[in-house]
């Protein structure tokens, strides 16, 4: 049976525009990253393992020290030979910790988890663009390029990779480090190691408190930093136009806000981060001098006790070390819980465009193939791109297969809309839209709108060669099909002109080219994929008057036997098509032959006597 997950009626679906449906709160390894961590994950648990055996190397060297003291230096009545054999031992096994336990360890796990972290990214930005990719026009209207660009390479995908970073790599040595180091001296002196549990527990309150008020300036950096990145990307996009206005003073001007807006949030949030630091800092002084009262208390009042119970230098020395050993892993969980902040501000935006739901879904379960030669129905179909503002009203229209048909009328009549439908760019909001009685949201939209050629208003040329233009929707075409696609487009008369003819490069959005070569490039692209439905957006727009009619005669020579959809720029231009449809505010108004509008009194005659403006 065919599914679809679609609803009928325009408000559930305008309701999920866009996007900001209030994010589901998932967890920030567990559900976002996992899926993409899960593939290496005994990787990943071998990196961490790795990383936890480094944080007890680096408990045990700062141990050392303590051995030396009690042991070798302070020993009575030891041997002198003894005494030096200690000393050679204690030194071999300090280095072999240093060397195996810390260098080598800690580089295979670090080796381990890059290799994991930038599989895991690069399969969370391929995710995200496929996902960015799939969705519909409308997302695509209320997003910039720029703004979507940085998700995947500025900071909110970087702020998750590096608390992930730190997560993997930093907290299991860490946490280790602090908890073998309070057991090694708890086994002492339970007090004193309480004193040092104390002064960590301090820190760690501080932190709690932090965390909260840092996130809301991560969160408000980030969203500035991706607006602007938006916004610059477009003033560099339209840097011709910039010129044209003369607006080089005022995009600078602009630039330079924008750029300042992100400055002061950076400013604002490096400063409050940094005051939070010094909090912590203060709270580690004020403990650190009870650590130093209660060692020396400690040292005092056992001096006289018997040699078991007496406090030795060594562990005076190993408590007051410990604890600056311990600061280098508490800063580290203070900093985890400052990119941890970052992160989640990162995760909100990205998960809310990974959430959102395309208003033109893909047929679930059963796809259709389309039917490639079958008549175009719209049935009642109704159509608002925004809510409250109709653009098309219950439009029926039954397109036989292999009719030529013009769409006429003003300017924001809705021409260009039908075939936006038509595409299945949008959904109609209610009734539907047919070929040969299927349903085209039962179609999957690539394969889909495989099956046309289109011409739209504005086509895009890619930076490249005018060649791989060219194939794109046919990249199996043959040198001889290019040409007859070029000659038929009058293309080939400026390609044969150019210094490397097909393989010549194009400027970015073909702005080596002219309007009238743009258009006629994007005219021999459609008819290169020879596909079984056209349509031609006010295609041939750009072109004087008489290229144009030479133009349109040969593509209406060329479309012959397909179904073709002609948005005129001109009316003398579609004199020819077998049928005009003339639309008005979203309805249409007449339809028939040319020879029948023109004899017709109604907006068909006002336009043909330039009563009425018409595209
Ligand atoms: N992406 C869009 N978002 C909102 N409104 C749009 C969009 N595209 C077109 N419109 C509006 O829809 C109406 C019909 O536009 P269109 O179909 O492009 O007219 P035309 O007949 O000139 O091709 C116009 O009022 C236009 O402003
Ligand atoms: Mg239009």
């Known amino acids: 049976m065919v599914q679809n997950n679609n609803s009928n009626g325009p408000g559930r679906r305008m309701a999920r525009v866009g996007t900001a449906t209030a994010p589901a709160r998932r967890r920030l390894i567990g559900g976002f990253l996992w899926p993409h961590l899960r593939r290496y994950r005994w990787l990943l648990l071998g990196a961490a393992s790795l990383n936890a055996l480094h944080g007890l190397a680096v408990t045990s060297q700062t141990m050392l020290p303590r051995y030396l003291i009690d042991d070798v230096l302070l020993a009575r009545g030891v041997p002198e030979g003894q005494r030096w054999r200690r000393l050679l031992a204690l030194l071999g096994l300090y280095l072999v910790i240093a060397l195996v336990g810390r260098m080598l360890v800690w580089h295979v796990s670090y080796r381990l988890f890059t290799y994991v972290r930038e599989q895991s990214i690069l399969s969370l930005r391929t995710n995200f663009f496929r996902h960015v990719n799939h969705l519909c026009r409308r997302f695509h209207a209320g997003h910039q390029s720029g703004e979507l660009y940085s998700y995947l390479f500025g900071t909110p995908l970087s702020a998750v990779q590096n608390y992930f970073q730190q997560v993997a790599m930093l907290a299991p040595g860490a946490i280790l480090t602090l908890v073998s180091t309070l057991l090694w001296v708890g086994s002492w002196d339970w007090l004193l190691s309480g004193v040092l549990l104390l002064s960590a527990s301090a820190t760690t309150l501080v932190l709690a408190g932090a965390q909260k008020r840092i996130r809301p300036l991560w969160e408000d950096f980030q969203s500035t930093e991706s607006a602007v990145t938006g916004y610059v990307a477009e003033l560099l996009r339209a840097s011709r136009d910039v010129k044209l206005y003369a607006m080089e003073q005022k995009a600078v001007a602009d630039f330079a806000d924008r750029a300042g807006q992100i400055g002061r949030k950076i400013y604002e949030r490096d400063i409050r981060s940094h005051l939070e630091w010094m909090k912590n800092e203060g709270v580690n002084y004020a403990c650190f001098a009870l650590l130093c009262l209660a060692v020396a208390w400690r040292y005092l009042t056992t001096a006289a006790s018997p040699s078991a119970a007496r406090m030795t230098i060594g562990q005076v020395q190993a408590y007051l070390t410990a604890f600056l050993v311990l600061q280098g892993p508490l800063n580290l969980l203070f900093d985890l819980a400052t990119l941890r902040s970052g992160a989640l501000a990162g995760m909100e935006r990205i998960g809310a465009v990974l959430d959102t739901v395309s208003t033109t879904p893909e ?30 009203h219950t439009i029926n229209l039954t397109i036989p297969y292999g009719q030529r048909v013009a769409l006429v009328g003003p300017s924001g009549a809705g021409k260009s809309t039908i075939t936006q439908l038509l595409l299945r760019f949008y959904d109609p909001d209610s009734g539907a839209i047919r070929i040969d009685g299927l349903d085209i949201r039962h179609c999957r939209g690539p394969d889909y709108r495989h099956h046309f050629g289109v011409v739209p208003q504005d086509p895009f040329i890619f930076r490249t060669t005018i060649r791989e233009n060219l194939c794109l929707a046919n990249p199996a075409a043959s040198a001889a099909e290019i040409r007859r696609a070029c000659e038929l487009a009058y293309a080939w008369e ?38 079984g439905y056209f349509i031609f957006d006010e295609a041939t727009s750009a072109l004087d008057t008489l290229s144009e009619r030479l133009v349109q005669s040969a593509v209406e020579r060329a479309v012959v036997g397909r179904t073709a959809l002609m948005i005129a720029h001109r009316i003398s231009t579609v004199r020819h098509c077998d049928r005009i449809v003339v639309l008005r505010e979203g309805r249409i108004v007449q339809d028939g032959s040319y020879e029948q509008l023109v004899r017709e009194k109604g907006l068909f005659h006002d336009l043909v006597h330039g009563q009425v403006r018409e595209g």
């Not at 059963?366 to 809510?387: M, N, R």
């Open 494 to 531: 400026f390609i044969r002109e150019l210094p490397a003819g097909l393989d010549t490069l194009v400027g970015e959005g073909g702005s080596t080219l002219s309007g009238g070569q743009r258009q006629r490039l994007a005219l021999a692209r459609a008819l290169l994929a020879n596909p």
């Open 363 to 392: 047929p679930v379960g059963y796809e259709a193939p389309l039917p490639t030669a079958g008549s175009i129905v719209f049935h009642d179909v109704t159509f608002a791109y925004e809510p409250g503002r109709p653009v098309l």
